[in-house]
């Protein structure tokens, strides 16, 4: 498959969505909503779960399954009260020493005159910060399309994993195109040029682990997940100093 190619695979509306993802990992999911300033934002859920016998707090950008979900979902476009819903809930994990589970499938932050006017930028900004400084362990899984700050506001993580055909990008192939070539139909070439597959994120140290997608959909998929996710949420909770090795992880990109 070429970049583009996983690019399409990982807009495909067939593919499992964060509801997909809680539903089948997790057990007694309680869903939390608003950001205690504004509304509540649909397009992230989040909220309380066991992953096992571990209490965690999961949270994940929703693109929705059918049309009308889409729309109330906004594409999966988070506004900024959907990036405070989740810097509270992470806030309310910490306070908790609960793990934080993130799933990232978004095209990018949504780009509205009002979620500029309420401080998106501001918004996403507060998210980076305050991430880095966590005292629990963070892991996010790009389980669709990483696009932009839209999907760094839940990425800055311990861990970053992957399916072996989702994106990681700070801009759209076509967006870049546009830019780069003043043609949007040369996106497969500039897909090429952003490195943005799996494999790219892996050899660059962006991502620590990418997962296979034999049987995506399935019971044995999920328990899989499951079952790595569990294992690495328990090693994390043996590190000593999380922020600061989240910091030199992040440092150390571009060396």
Known sequence: MTAYDKVRTARSTSRPTTQDYIASMFTGFIELHGDRRYRDDEAIIGGLAYLG?????????EKGHDTIERMRRSFGAPEPEGYRKALRLMKQAEKFRRPVVCFVDTSGAYCGIGAEERGQGQAIAENLME????????VSIL?????SGGALALAVSDKVWMLENAVYSVISPEGCASILYKDASEAPKAAESLRLTAEDALSLGVAERVISEDGIGTEDFYGRLAEELYGELEALGHETDLPGTRYQRFRAFGR
């Open 53 to 61: 016998d571990k209490p965690v707090t999961v949270i994940g950008i």
């Open 131 to 138: 991430m880095m400084a966590l005292r629990i362990p963070t």
């Open 143 to 147: 389980i669709g399309e990483g696009g």
